[in-house]
């Protein structure tokens, strides 16, 4: 079993930067090639969308558009931790951050992560 502990998120001024965390447990992801970290977002009554997602242990990275040259994904293999850099934070990145582990074939498709974390909150006040 993984478990999937998030942290980092809270209230900034838009322009402003925060730095989520996300913890994996219970297994050794990155032994695995093919495993990703993703993150995802949800803002009250709207659909959860991709924000980025990094292979484990090959460290490539795919961005959505809406956040593209403003957010970074990076990872701690030895830690299993993988890390989301906001800078340059809008009022529409305000929701609940997800962190995912998972074997996608594609690293954007929401339904193909299986480990999901319960979420942190950032708020980006204009």
């Known amino acids: 079993q993984v478990q999937l502990v998030e942290s980092g998120g809270g209230l900034v001024q838009a322009g402003g930067s925060l730095r989520l965390s996300c913890a994996a447990s219970?297994?050794?992801?990155?032994?695995?090639?093919?495993?990703?970290m993703g993150w995802f977002r949800q803002a009250p009554g709207k659909a959860r969308e991709f924000v980025a997602g990094?292979?484990?242990?090959?460290?490539?990275?795919v961005y959505a558009d809406s956040v593209k040259g403003r957010f970074t994904i990076s990872r701690d293999n030895a830690k299993n931790t993988v890390y989301l850099q906001m800078n340059s934070l809008k009022p529409e990145d305000t929701a609940v951050y997800y962190c995912?582990?998972?074997?996608?074939?594609?690293?954007?498709?929401?339904?193909?992560?299986?480990?999901w974390g319960q979420g942190t909150q950032v708020t980006a006040s204009s």
């Open positions: 995912a582990a998972g074997r996608p074939p594609q690293i954007a498709t929401m339904t193909a992560y299986a480990y």
């Open positions: 990094i292979r484990w242990s090959e460290g490539s990275a």
């Open positions: 219970g297994r050794t992801l990155h032994t695995f090639s093919a495993y990703a």
